[in-house]
């Protein structure tokens, strides 16, 4: 048996077995990623073990084996958490709509995915173009490539400091309703550290390019004018106002066009003292944040708005 007869083998037992876990046309752009086993490689091994081949030459199929099983079970993976994490009655076939080179890409890339956490987000930036082709941005693949497990958690942690906002004007009347990131990096980069995202994670954030960061200027919403802004932050409500009536900061990280995709997919966690963190922060750009415990009209209209982003 030749090197290539073999490869058509295996190809062949694996599709044997995705046909017998999840034969179904609604998977058939997933096929064969969806439902390999470890079978097929024994039997690989086997064919290989028993054949007249030189030794030189087994191990090196064995190994190029390997190598290639990792891969398709890296895939496999991947594309069992899309299918799982997809909203019902997601189309998976051809008729998606999703662009066919655009997904050979981005599952070649995914065989090289072997951290679970990693393999997480790529399987549900896949259930997410499936749900909506097109969705996903041009260098999405780029870097999801190169994130690294640590970097994802620190991603998440910045993910975390999300706050509810309200836009109201000088009556209160609600505007606008919002969730935005606010990382207030000036005067807590000691604190930062401790949460393992000191200036040179969030540096190499940038370079990856799911954030842009400042760490002293920051970055501010703008054209204000006679707007107000309440913030929620778990169960404290606080109005902010600063000096200069048009522009309010809003911390020293802004989420780039992948960044906002990937904010959607990640579970957030509780970052102990965050809101002492953000008074801080306020306090060192002279904007006053005042708790508003009365006001609780905004803290039930957080759910009923359809603006929220």
Not at 10 to 34: C, G, R
Not at 40 to 65: C, G
Not at 286 to 291: D, E, G, N
Request: hydrophobic share 40%; glycine share 6%.
């Amino acid at each position: 048996m030749t090197e290539a007869e073999m490869i058509k083998m295996i190809d062949t037992i694996a599709n044997s077995e995705n046909t017998i876990a999840k034969a179904t046309n609604v998977l058939s752009m997933l096929f064969p990623y969806v439902g390999v086993r470890k079978k097929a490689v024994n039997v690989y091994i086997k064919e290989i073990e028993e054949s007249n081949l030189p030794l030189e030459t087994k191990i090196i199929m064995i190994l190029n084996m390997k190598k290639y099983f990792k891969r398709i079970k890296n895939q496999s993976e991947i594309a069992e958490i899309a299918f799982n994490n997809a909203k019902a009655n997601t189309d998976f076939s051809e008729n998606s709509g999703v662009n066919e080179e655009w997904f050979e890409r981005f599952m070649e890339s995914a065989g090289f995915v072997s951290a679970k956490e990693v393999q997480i987000i790529w399987g549900k930036i896949l259930s997410k173009e499936f749900e909506k082709p097109g969705c996903t941005p041009p260098n999405m693949i780029r870097i999801l490539s190169e994130i690294t497990p640590g970097l994802a958690r620190s991603f998440s942690m910045l993910c975390s400091m999300s706050v509810d906002i309200f836009f109201t004007d000088n009556k209160d009347s609600l505007i606008e309703v919002t969730q935005e990131v606010i990382v207030p990096y000036y005067t807590n980069s000691d604190r930062f550290i401790e949460l393992g995202i000191g200036f040179e994670v969030l540096s190499e954030l940038e370079t990856l390019g799911v954030i842009k960061f400042d760490s002293v200027g920051g970055y501010v919403f703008t054209d204000l004018n006679d707007k107000k802004i309440y913030i929620k932050v778990g169960d404290n409500v606080a109005l902010l106002e600063g000096e200069n009536d048009k522009e309010i900061p809003c911390g020293n990280v802004m989420l780039t066009s992948v960044g906002k995709v990937l904010r959607t997919i990640i579970e957030p966690v509780i970052i102990d003292g965050y809101y002492d963190m953000l008074s801080s922060f306020y306090i060192s750009k002279s904007v006053k944040m005042t708790l508003n415990k009365e006001f609780s009209g905004l803290i039930g209209l957080r759910d009923e708005t359809d603006d929220v982003e």
